[in-house]
């Protein structure tokens, strides 16, 4: 909504998955509100508190001690899109609008910007609620790092960091039980944390979507890896991985979530074929969640605190429409509008992926 005085109300929410580091961009947003003479409301649960107003004022004292502390103060949730919002109707569920009840709280707090922290749904909303005529800056999170807009986002390295130190501990139990132990990880469609926990964490196979596995060439490296005396072997698998010409494996669906399908069971799947087809001793460990609770790592805190230092100074220059991305070394904006125009997927000569190679592990390609 273009005026033309000081800005000085903004709201904050958290929408989506929660990840590490949703804390630290809170405190990060709040601190130096007061300096540029900005109070800032703190939005309930994400989309769903901008539409049923649930919001209180945020002080200093409500954010301080927060920086590493994981989840949300807010609250979240990935079932809040003011354009699909779910009602129960004569027993079923009927998918509304809301979008006009979201932008009557906006105007009814007065706020002059809203600052949403969310991952790529949450900046799709962003952008239909900016040409509803909020005036939104988006702050990217996701443990994911599938925003093609920024280099990375925040949460990813803390997930990274889960899958790095499970495998340091299965590695320890495989060896000794001379097991082969498939562990799955999470990353909706794309491999970056499957790719980057199995290279810090020296999984001996990384299957990831973008480079759709053969099922020979795991056993081969299995079978490999025993004749050179490894008598164990780790499998690290993205939840979305799938077979050449196979399909993606899901546990249910979810018609209240923009995006209804929820991945899961592929390392499963993967185990009990391992086993099958090499008779090695076969485990499985479903990381799920670990993967996004607990304290941000030092990089996600950093991060964090920067880009909710930007986006705070990006609602005080007027700078609406805008995400705060990380470009190299540097905090930069770029308009919402094209941060979510692409999905950053792994490619097939991306430097992890070489080096990956490069060090001997097998994509199953
Ligand atoms: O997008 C973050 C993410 O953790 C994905 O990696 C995963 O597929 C999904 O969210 C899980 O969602 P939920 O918390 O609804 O199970």
Known sequence: MAFSGKVKRIGVLTG??????????????????????????????????????????????????????????????????????????????????????????????????LIAIGGDGTMHICNKLSKLGMNVIGVPKTIDNDLEATDMTFGHDSAVYVVSMALDRLHTTASSHHRVIVVEVMGRYAGWIALNGGLSGGADLILIPELPFIWEKIYDKI?????????????????????????????????????????????????????????????????????????????????????????????????FGRMVALKGSEIKNVRIEDAISKQKLVKPDNQAVFTAKAVGISFGI
């Not at 002080?59 to 994981?70: A, T």
Request: some cysteine.
């Open 16 to 113: 989506g998955g929660d990840c590490p580091g949703l804390n630290a961009v809170i405190r990060g947003v709040t601190k130096p509100a007061q300096d540029y003479g900005m109070t800032v409301f703190g939005i309930k649960d994400g989309f769903e508190g901008l539409v049923e107003g649930k919001a209180s004022e945020l002080r200093n004292e409500d954010v301080s001690g927060i920086l590493s502390r994981g989840g949300t103060i807010l609250g979240s949730s990935n079932k809040g899109d003011p354009y699909h919002w779910p009602v129960m109707k004569d027993d079923k569920i009927v998918i509304m609008d809301k979008s006009k009840d979201a932008l009557k709280n906006y105007e009814a707090w007065n706020l002059d910007a």
């Open 223 to 319: 079978l490999e890896r025993e004749l050179m005396g490894k008598k164990f072997s780790l499998v690290c698998v993205a939840e979305g991985a799938k077979p050449k010409g196979g399909s993606l494996v899901t546990k249910g669906r979810d018609i209240k979530r923009t995006d209804p399908i929820q991945l899961g069971g592929i390392g499963e799947v993967v185990a009990r074929r391992i086993e099958e087809n090499t008779g090695r001793e076969t485990r499985v460990t479903v990381l799920g969640h670990l993967q996004r609770g607990g304290s941000p790592t030092p990089f996600d805190r950093i991060l964090s605190t920067k880009f909710g230092a930007f986006a705070i100074d990006l609602a005080a220059h007027k700078k």
